[in-house]
């Protein structure tokens, strides 16, 4: 298909995908199933990452201010900043865009080569509604606290190694982490976060829902999925920052 007939098809799917559920009771149990799948299961990895991504800005801060004249404290401001706006809500999107979004294109892409989705649909389940939308619900609600886990846990990280190799006085990398916050750029990030986690449930769900043949089929869409995920995440954060941060 062309590029101009996928994003077609992509629309028609979203139209599919929010239309009404078939009932709220099961609607509703769906989104905690999944809530629980994409979000609590993404806990662990979200926690190692942000660690070592605080650690290691903290400590390539530390080793770069050489001139005297600049305060230590700059090492807590930096890390609290880079955490904060990028690597919080970009990079972790982009590593939940490899984890959650292969294993939602290679769940749905193998129903739909085994048939369970065309067997929802004889049934007169809407089969887009039923599957997708409790996913994309699920991680617009649950991305924001990964978020704000990810900037606890990386701010934690970049204090511990700071503390441990002896770079940075704790008191004064706490009062970089205070010093001049500015609130909009939270409101900023979690918009990005919002943003970045529909990106990860709908696209990898589009080439789920559309796959044909076999496990071959279903492998290449799922690369196919984590690809484009990745890429719209870098440009839907492009965007975004041009237009929240004028």
Known sequence: ?????????YILFLKRVVSKPEKGRVFFAQIIKEIYKLGVNSV????IISVFMGAVISLQTAYNLV???LP??????????????????????????????SNIASE???MRVTEQIDALEIMGINSASYLIFPKIIAAVFINPFLYVLSVFVGITGGLMASYMAGTVS?????????VDLIPYYIIYSLIKTLVFAFIITSVPSFYGYYVSGGALEVGKASTKAVVNSSILILLANLILTQLLLK
Do not use: C, H, W
Not at 2 to 9: A, D, L, P, V, Y
Not at 44 to 47: A, H, K, P, R, T
């Open 67 to 69: 001139n005297p004249l």
């Open 170 to 178: 704790v008191p004064d990398f706490i009062y970089g982490v205070q």
């Open 72 to 101: 230590d404290y700059l090492v807590g401001y930096t890390t609290r900043e880079s955490m904060i706006l990028e690597f919080s809500s970009t990079i972790v999107g982009l590593i939940l865009a490899g984890k959650v979004g």
């Open 1 to 9: 298909m062309s590029f101009f007939e996928n994003i077609g098809q």
């Open 44 to 47: 662990g990895i979200v926690v």
């Open 108 to 110: 749905i892409g193998s």
